[in-house]
């Protein structure tokens, strides 16, 4: 029980809001308690340091193919604005 509530205050203040008490107890039971498996465990879960700092929000930067081909359509609708503009 000491290893549990130990490593329920270390995710409380390093890894909030990646897991919650069910997760440590469920790694915790999966490992049979033995502390240095919950700490590897845990430790791949921690934010690389190149990481720190980026808010949540910002890690999905990728583009679905339809966004990318509704940025197409508007490009080439400005080009052809552009033509016809020049063409007047």
């Known amino acids: ?3 549990y509530k130990a490593k329920l205050e270390f995710v409380d203040q390093n ?5 919650d008490h069910d997760d440590v107890a469920r790694i915790c039971h999966l490992v049979d308690f033995d502390e240095t498996k919950i700490d590897s465990k845990l430790a791949s879960y921690i934010t690389n340091e190149k990481y720190r ?10 583009k679905t193919p339809a966004d990318k081909k509704a ?3 508007e490009r080439e609708r400005a080009a052809d604005r552009k033509r016809i503009y020049k063409e007047r």
């Open 15 to 19: 890894l909030k809001g990646r897991l």
């Open 71 to 73: 940025e197409r359509q």
């Open 53 to 62: 700092g980026l808010e949540e929000f910002e890690w999905q930067t990728s």
């Open 1 to 3: 029980m000491r290893i």
